[in-house]
């Protein structure tokens, strides 16, 4: 399978912080890219969709896509204990483990 | 509120026994993926259909694994004969192609005892 590698955390930020989410793929054919959120116990859900090089933001979310050094990554801006979760970057329908996030009140 | 749906949604059942897990994708998406969940392996692609056919099974142990899309409304994916190292979650999902959002499924959580 098509690696997509993502640092595992766990990664802790305290409200009202950005946190930044990281990840790398290794398939150079890649044309679309995820960052879905995974609460404990319930099923992955999209957050952010890229597809072309640059920066793409929504809200409080900002995702970020360099095709050239095959990276992706996800800030979040005022970061919330609700944001408390795993998130798991996806390169096509290749994901990575995921990042473990806790935002601490 | 369309929603992808997986039946049962736990399975307890012993070593050697058949495992039948069944998706519902949402309505007119083409595209069904079936992946499996473990906290060692994270979310592994086993299968993905396309219009019914299935693109890619290379994810799934062929010896015990198989996966179908009988219509266009259900997708099953069956496990015989199971084994231990098989208790994992799996999640099916949908989308309008491969490379488009998907929707997950709440998962069916297997435990082989």
């Known amino acids: 399978q098509k690696e997509v590698e993502q640092n595992s955390g766990p990664l802790s930020v305290p409200e009202g912080a950005i946190a930044s989410l990281n990840c790398t793929y290794s398939?150079?054919?890649?044309?679309?890219f995820f960052w879905y959120r995974q609460y404990s116990g319930k099923s992955p859900e999209l957050i952010m969709s890229?597809?072309?090089?640059g920066d793409k933001e929504d809200g409080r979310f900002t995702a970020q896509l360099n095709k050239a050094s095959q990276y992706v990554s996800l800030l979040i801006r005022d970061s919330q204990p609700s944001d408390s979760a795993t998130y798991l970057c996806?390169?096509?329908?290749?994901f990575g483990t995921g990042t473990s996030l806790t935002v601490i009140p | 509120d369309a929603r992808v749906t997986q039946t049962p949604r736990d399975k307890v059942t012993e070593m050697g026994q058949e495992v039948t897990m069944r998706c519902q994708p949402i309505?007119?998406?083409?595209?069904v993926f079936w992946y499996r969940q473990t906290m060692m392996q994270g979310l592994e692609l086993l299968a993905y259909?396309?219009?019914?056919?299935?693109?890619?099974d290379s994810g799934m142990p062929k010896d015990r694994f198989s996966a179908e899309m009988p219509d266009a409304t259900l997708a099953t994916l069956k496990i015989q004969p199971s084994e231990p190292r098989d208790s994992a979650v799996y999640f099916c999902?949908?989308?309008?192609?491969?490379?488009?959002?998907?929707?997950f499924g709440p998962g069916t959580r297997l435990l082989v005892l």
């Open positions: 999902a949908s989308g309008l192609g491969q490379y488009e959002t998907q929707y």
């Open positions: 398939d150079r054919g890649s044309q679309s």
């Open positions: 890229i597809y072309s090089n």
């Open positions: 996806a390169a096509s329908f290749y």
């Open positions: 309505l007119g998406h083409n595209t």
């Open positions: 259909f396309r219009n019914r056919a299935p693109l890619d």
